[in-house]
């Protein structure tokens, strides 16, 4: 189980995962943030690798769950 003191999101990480919330694929989110679609992609890897999910989707209810991301 993750001890959410123990996880720590970066800002950009964040910012997807908030993105991803609202439905935006990658590519979406990468115009939005005027990043690329792979670093959209490596942040949410990141995040997902830090909150032990499998899926974008998992990681954003666990991270809202966590209250590692507000509204």
Known sequence: MVDVQEVV???R???CLRWVEEGKSSWAIGVILEVSENTVNFHLK???RKLQTT???????????LGLITP
């Open 9 to 11: 999101l970066s800002a």
């Open 13 to 15: 990480e964040k910012q």
């Open 46 to 48: 990141n995040a997902m």
């Open 55 to 65: 899926s974008r989707t998992q990681c954003v209810v666990k991270a809202r769950r």
